[in-house]
């Protein structure tokens, strides 16, 4: 069964301390993957999509890479602003086109 | 520029009671999605459309119906509403094509508890 797995749960950082989130995913083929960033009490957000490993973008203090089994969130000298919860998803190339397969997240606490 | 329109924004229902959560969405996309988020369980797909006129069954479609009569609108209804139904629903939709390819946009949800 195709899945998508997000470490660690939870990660608090001070700020300008950066680090980096994790998403592995189990799959046959990889068709897209997606990184979403949610705040309490509102939907999701999206941030990037990465379609082929070795691929990276960037957006101000962050930035995700993609391998062949996993994909990095990295942030870089946080802000209290970026505490969020941020959540992975995946689209299989076996499945439908429209059909994402999300990871649980990781709930980010930036501390000033 | 609206994007995703839920409504209502939050509700409570007694067990069996039924009602009807709408999304609009004006970037005219074909796909729409709705999801639940529980704690712990991250997004589950409830149902789909993939146009007008169409729906299909997601992950968790139990206890579940929707239309999708208009394009720019997707309907979900609970007939007789659980306790197991409380949780925090996200309608979504997307368009696929060659440089968007899936994007999913997402409303701000529907928070409903169901006693």
């Known amino acids: 069964e195709d899945q998508v797995t997000q470490s660690p749960e939870a990660l608090r950082l001070q700020e300008g301390e950066s680090s980096s989130l994790n998403c592995s995913y189990t799959?046959?083929?990889?068709?897209?993957l997606f990184w979403y960033r949610q705040d309490p009490g509102k939907g999701p957000e999206f941030l990037f999509t990465?379609?082929?490993a070795g691929e990276e973008k960037e957006k101000e203090r962050l930035k995700a890479t993609l391998t062949k089994k996993e994909s990095f969130l990295h942030i870089t000298a946080p802000k209290p602003e970026d505490s969020a919860t941020y959540l992975c998803a995946v689209q299989f190339s076996g499945g439908s086109n429209y059909k994402l397969t999300f990871g649980k997240g990781t709930l980010l606490t930036v501390n000033p | 520029n609206a994007g995703v329109t839920q409504t209502p924004k939050f509700r409570v229902l007694k067990t069996g009671q039924s009602m009807t959560l709408l999304c609009a969405q004006d970037m005219n996309h074909e796909y729409m999605y709705w999801y639940r988020q529980d704690p712990g369980m991250g997004l589950r797909l409830i149902h789909y459309s993939v146009g007008e006129g169409t729906t299909a069954k997601g992950e968790v479609p139990d206890g579940y119906n929707v239309s999708r009569l208009k394009k720019q609108n997707f309907l979900l209804g609970l007939e007789s509403a659980a306790p197991s139904q409380t949780s925090v629903y996200f309608c979504a939709s997307s368009q696929w094509d060659l440089v968007a390819k899936n994007i999913q946009y997402f409303g701000a949800g529907t928070r409903l508890s169901v006693l």
């Open positions: 799959v046959s083929g990889l068709r897209g």
């Open positions: 990465l379609y082929s």
